[in-house]
């Protein structure tokens, strides 16, 4: 054999033998702390020699005072607890520390943390997490949750042992706002299902659900002063069902249960178009004083607020007004989107009127991208959904942006053409595409400084029940949480698609019947 043949015969060797190496360390659960998949990536893991082993006698200690620091430690207990059968009692930390018990700490002095981040150290005898509030604690947790093995997620008890690898994990977000959207109008989700989509879409550290509250085809918010919004507006959606709505109690529901797990919750009522389902509910709202017809197909663009009826902006007044007051979050969103039957001349003054009643609530303007056609009052934000130019002008006039282009981001779009669910106005989006796209350069002149964050729309023209929701959310939302989360290290989808692999396990473990993407090295667990 000459030396040529004998070369490239050992090279042939060495591929292969990196080939098998790399397929088992994906297989078989990582012992070392640096090799565990974890979404969000954090800024920095440094693995350590040794385990932490949890037991039935392991305890959460906090430090601090609080309820909200209580309220943490039982959310980690609730997490804990099913799987392992383990009791994980919560309690004041004493000075010492005994081996084996998890602590829980806040204070204040870790300024490169934020509000967000954390600390989190493991030692054979200790896991220690330490933040400066009660958010990144929270974060620190759902970290802890993905380092134990996927069985930890079950709701039935499973064989331990329970055991996460030694070492100490330093984390922050790259940006503030990571969110969803729920669309509610077009099909009505029960609050169970909402707070469903809260758990898990905080489990990968996303801490905003925007709920869009009213469209064409339903009104889903009790506003005391106009009953008919619900009585009348709520009572159909798409396809003609029965529809529903939220009463104001049922709203703070969902409000504390967000607030509990770090998410911030934003209504939006779109206005002035996609505006049916309050038209056909008060005649002397609409411009001829007659009531449309309620509304159950999917056309968007045919409707108007009457722009220039002053009873218009009392209504408008007294729905925001009573939206505010059980929304504790900053934000109001106006909508503002695909007004295609409101003149320019008549959309602009509107909007700026409604901007200025937004203000005087003391809330924060959210818009769709077409808002920044009119003056932004300050500290609005723009949602780029279609036209990067409608960014561009968000920034011009000092607005913050909010990432959320469809092409990248909108989960209601196929994921390629064999897919029964969902929409492709805006192409398809394999699981690859809404990863493979940076935030802070998609739109030249929209950088990371114009950025709030991002945030992944579902519009379920065609999902109406929390099954489908999950197939087209998930595994989808796993990457723009890391989108957000670390939009420097990530962005690399080579990488990124080996760490998702290691999360079908833990998605099935918590019921999730996410979609198999062909692209996606899925490891069973
Ligand atoms: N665009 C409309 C939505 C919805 C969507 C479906 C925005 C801002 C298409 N507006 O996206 O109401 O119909 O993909």
Known sequence: MNLKTKKQLLKLILISGLFFIQSISNAV????????????????????????????????????QGVELKNI?????????????????????????????????INSGDAQLGDEGYQLTIKAGAINLIANKSAGLFNGIQTIRQLFSAKIESATHQAGPWQIPAGTIRDYPEYSYRGAMLDVARHFFQVKDVKRYIDLISAYKMNVLHLHLADDQGWRIEIKKWPKLTSIGGSSQVGGEKGGFYTQEQYSDIVKYA??????????????????????????????????????????????????????????????????????????????????????????????????????????????????????????????????????????????????????????????????????WAGYVEVDKCYDWDPATLVPGVGKENILGIEAPLWTETISTMKQLEYMVFPRLLGLADLG???????????????????????????????PSKLVPWVAQ
């Open 29 to 64: 659960p990582s012992t070392d702390l640096s090799g565990i998949s974890l979404i969000p990536k954090p800024v920095s893991v440094i693995a350590a020699s040794g385990n932490f082993k949890l037991t039935p006698k392991s305890t959460i200690f906090l430090s601090g």
């Open 73 to 105: 430690g039982n959310y980690l207990a609730s997490k804990l607890t099913p799987a392992t059968g383990f009791g994980m009692a919560v309690r004041i930390a004493t000075a010492n520390q005994s081996p084996g018990n998890i602590y829980l700490s």
């Open 259 to 424: 607030a509990e797990r770090n998410v911030m919750i934003i209504p939006e009522i779109d206005m002035p178009g996609h505006t049916n389902a309050c038209l056909a509910s008060y005649p002397e709202l609409n411009c001829d004083d007659k009531a449309t017809e309620l509304y159950s197909g999917t056309e968007v663009g045919f409707s108007t607020l009457c722009t220039g009826k002053e009873i218009t902006y009392q209504f408008i007044s007294d729905v925001f007004g009573e939206l505010a007051a059980i929304t504790p979050g900053p934000y109001l969103h106006i909508g503002g989107d695909e007004s295609h039957v409101t003149k320019i001349e008549d959309y602009i003054p509107f909007v700026n009127r409604v901007q200025e009643i937004v203000r005087k609530l003391g809330k924060k303007v959210i818009g769709w991208d077409e808002i920044a056609l009119t003056t932004l009052v300050p500290n609005s934000s723009v949602q780029y959904w279609a036209k990067a130019e409608n960014a561009l002008k968000g920034v011009k006039q000092g607005a913050k942006v909010i990432m959320s282009p469809a092409a990248n981001s909108y989960l209601d779009m196929k994921y390629d053409s064999t897919t029964n669910l969902g929409l492709f």
């Open 485 to 515: 989360w670390r939009a420097p290290a990530a962005g690399n989808w080579n990488e990124y698609k080996l760490r998702l692999g290691q999360h079908g396990g833990r998605l099935k473990a918590q019921g999730v019947e996410y979609y």
